[in-house]
């Protein structure tokens, strides 16, 4: 049985930017198929009457309030970036 | 065919809290380039984001004027797609659980009151802002405005006009303006606004195919992007063409809509519950708590001040266009009980002074019982209207009290009968020509005998008084 088609995989790396060889593309299809059929046993557990699960932390909420704190030094930000120019941050030309 | 729009708008409201969403840098419009940056805005690895109270109040504030249904849980996903303003390759955003739902704002047009949905109401950060080199191959990224909070409202497709889209925009802005939530400042971005539109044969339920548009900074080009696209779309359709589903962008310079290049994918976002927030929980004591704060609300003023007051629609439109306006007017109003000469005062004299330098309400320099006492004076006769503009300008410039103006300058009008009554007989006495020829039938020369008087007292004397002591006179 298959969840996913290796179509979907393609695509799913388009969006992430990832590119991936032929065979490659074959074998994350078998696994990701593997993982979603695992997943699906999940399925069969019996869920009526349980309240959706939203996060696995069991909490309240977790605020900061309106306070500013400071920011990075000016160029502590841009040190890690493999280009930059002034007090920017340089990419190649987007277009709009 | 008759063809008939349809419309639904996306505003997004910058929320004016001091921090940003999701950390504790700065929300400050014009800083220098990355300046307001922290790990959290730049997406470095391990980072964790933690909410600020004040966004989810602030649009509690919001639902609750919007008569929306706030989900007592709700919660954070993350839209991916990549661009480089979005340094984490998401936005955190709201998605399959939007603080609130199912509201609505009434809207008043030519044809009356309409209501237009309200389909949800959700939270979200910024992105950052780009910047295109003219020369270079380049692009510049400013990160400062990377994880600001905004407020997303989407209205049901209920609108059908380009008017009536300017005008819930309008109802939107004011009400985020009236809760202190939002400065409205369009040009800044802190209020902006995109639009889908189809057309459909009038009398058809279901919808046709629509455009998003994009790129309009102020009401005036909502409208007339609006108008231009739902025309381009008529055309389209009366040449027996298909609209295309594309997003289009608006360009003010020519007047036009132009596809937006790129970006087709966009579309597919993968969205997901954000592993790094947990849900937030509204409780019915916050909500309450919320609630006891919210000013009324502009329409409701609107309402309130044509029924208590007596006053227009116009003019209780212009008087609660500003919360502080408002404020200012009802402060005449209980000073001196008269609400709609106030209401000419505050909207004529005073407005035109303020307009004139460019000043807030905020900043006048009369105060509300000054201009109370004023037209109390004016009322009671003590001063004319001609010197209750002069005392009105004064004020306005030195700040000083009514009655001080008047004590320095001596402009206290004449209106005891036994000093005007020799002045008017000596003008008549003066005039015999004028006299002879009114009594002959040349009531017009009343006027004349009504100004020399004027003269006489340097525009001191009751007008109403002149008329009727120079009626007797002049009868003889």
């Keep these: 049985m298959a969840r996913i088609t290796r179509e979907e995989v393609a695509h799913v790396a388009h969006l992430a930017r990832l590119t991936f060889r032929e065979e490659e593309l074959d074998k994350f299809t078998s696994q990701l198929n593997d993982i979603l059929l695992y997943m699906d046993k999940l399925n069969s557990a019996d869920t009526a009457g349980v309240a959706p699960m939203t996060h696995a932390a069991v909490r309240g909420n977790a605020f900061r309030e309106d306070v500013t704190t400071p920011s990075l030094a000016p160029g502590e930000s841009l040190a890690n970036a493999p280009d930059s120019r002034g007090e920017f941050f340089r990419v190649p030309k987007v277009i709009e | ?476």
């Design chain 2, 1 to 476: 065919m008759e063809f008939e729009p349809v419309i639904g708008l996306e505003v997004h409201a910058q929320l004016l809290t001091e921090s940003k969403i999701f950390c504790g840098c700065s929300t400050r419009f014009g800083a220098p380039p990355n300046a307001h940056a922290c790990p959290v805005c730049l997406g470095l690895p391990g980072i964790l984001p933690v909410l600020n109270r004040k966004v989810v109040e602030y649009a509690i504030k919001m639902a609750l004027a919007t008569h929306c249904r706030i989900n007592r849980e709700n919660g954070f996903a993350r839209k991916n797609y990549f661009y480089p303003d979005l340094p984490k390759g998401y936005q955190i955003t709201q998605y399959a659980h939007p603080l609130a739902e199912e509201g609505f704002v009434e809207v008043e047009t030519e044809e009356g009151t309409r209501r237009i949905g309200i389909i949800r109401i959700h939270m979200e950060e910024d992105a950052g802002k780009l910047i295109h080199d003219e020369r270079f191959p380049s692009s510049y990224i400013d990160l400062n405005r990377a994880g600001v909070p905004l407020m997303e409202i989407v209205s049901a497709p209920d609108i059908r006009s380009a008017g009536e889209a300017a005008a819930y925009l309008r109802r939107l802005h004011e009400i985020l303006v009236y809760l202190e939530i939002c400065d409205g400042n369009m040009e800044e971005g802190s209020f902006r606004c995109d639009a889908n539109v189809s057309l459909r044969p009038r009398g058809r339920e279901e919808f046709g195919i629509r455009t998003e548009l994009k790129n309009m900074n102020s009401f005036r080009n909502v409208q007339r992007a609006l108008d231009y696209e739902i025309e381009r779309q008529r055309r389209v359709l009366e040449e027996g063409g298909e609209v295309v589903q594309e997003t289009r962008l608006w360009d003010d310079a020519q007047g036009v809509t132009m596809p937006m290049r790129g970006k087709e994918e966009a579309h597919d976002y993968r969205y997901f519950p954000d592993p790094d927030l947990v849900a937030v929980a509204v409780s019915e004591a916050w909500v309450e708590e919320v609630r006891r704060t919210m000013p009324e609300l502009p329409l409701e003023k609107r309402r309130r001040f044509r029924r208590e007051y007596g006053i227009s629609a116009y003019d209780a439109g212009v008087l609660t266009a500003d919360r502080a306006l408002a404020d200012y007017y009802e402060e005449v109003v209980r000073g001196c009980d008269r609400p709609k000469l106030a209401a000419n005062w505050v909207m004529g004299d005073l407005l035109r002074l303020l307009n004139e330098d460019r000043r807030d309400i905020r900043d006048c320099p009369i105060p509300a019982a000054f201009l109370a006492e004023m037209i109390h004076l004016l009322e009671e006769g003590a001063i004319s209207g001609k010197m209750a503009k002069e005392i009105c300008e004064e004020m306005y410039r030195t700040g000083k009290a009514p009655r001080t103006i008047i004590a320095d300058r001596g402009l206290v009008q004449i209106t005891d009968e036994s000093v005007l009554l020799p002045v008017i007989e000596k003008v008549i006495a003066d005039h015999p020509n004028q006299l002879a020829q009114y009594r002959g039938g040349r009531e017009k020369l009343f006027g004349f005998f009504v100004g020399q008087v004027m003269k006489a007292t340097q525009g001191k004397a009751n007008p109403r008084l002149i008329n009727e002591l120079l009626v007797k006179l002049l009868t003889g």
